[in-house]
Structure formats: C-alpha cells, structure tokens
Nanobody
Framework: QLQLVESGGGLVQPGGSLRLSCAASGFTLDYYAIGWFRQAPGKEREGISCISSNDRVTYYADSVKGRFTISRDTAKNTVYLQMNSLKPEDTAVYYC??????????????????WGQGTQVTVSS
C-alpha cells in the first residue's frame, strides 16, 4: 500500500524556520514527482513547490519563492520542504503529493495521484 506521511509542522514565530518531511512507505520516491501544497481555512488548496522525478525541474509559487526550498534524500526515501522567513500568512495545513515517472511538475492538484494526510503549520507570535 502506497503511503505518504508528512511531519515537521508546528507552531513557529514570524521569521522562524521549519523543515517539513514527506516520507514514503510501500514505494520508492526516487521515481516520483513530489508536490507540496497547503490549505488555509476557507481557502483552496494551493500548490507551493514541486520537484520532478529526475530532480531536474523544480517549481515555487511566487508566495514562497526565495524562502522555501524543496529537496530529495533518496537514502531516506524522503522529500523535504525547508521553510525560512515564515510569515503569518504561511499558516495552513501542508500536504505532500506524488505522481510516478513525471519529468516535470506543477502546482496543480490534478497532476498528483497520491496524497498524505497533512501537517499543521502555524506562524504566530
């Protein structure tokens, strides 16, 4: 059974940092494009970053560009989202998603076949 599990969320002050992890069980993430999404209360799910299955393509939404970095650790079968300079507007539930054999990626939810359950990120003083 394919499963994605997000972790690393929590409460952080504005300007702080968090690193989210997206770990896979039942399959190897190496061959998957991975997307990170977030959904704040009352808002649609927003694609904020992704990495292609061959790691050659990455994408960042304008709202996070320059502050967030996506990376893959094949040894740990995990994709990370390093989030720096966090702002209150970054508060949301963060999800990772996967699709196999995609040498591109996008912030569209329609692209991805598998989803994690999400992890809450709250940025507040």
């Amino acid at each position: 059974q394919l499963q994605l599990v997000e972790s690393g969320g929590g409460l952080v002050q504005p300007g702080g940092s968090l690193r989210l992890s997206c770990a896979a069980s039942g399959f190897t993430l190496d061959y998957y494009a991975i997307g990170w999404f977030r959904q704040a209360p009352g808002k649609e799910r927003e694609g904020i970053s992704c990495i292609s299955s061959n790691d050659r393509v990455t994408y960042y939404a304008d709202s996070v560009k320059g502050r967030f970095t996506i990376s893959r650790d094949t040894a740990k079968n995990t994709v990370y989202l390093q989030m720096n300079s966090l702002k209150p507007e970054d508060t949301a539930v963060y999800y990772c998603a996967a699709v196999p054999w995609a040498h591109y990626c996008s912030g569209s939810t329609k692209m991805y076949a598998y989803w994690g359950q999400g992890t809450q990120v709250t940025v507040s003083s």
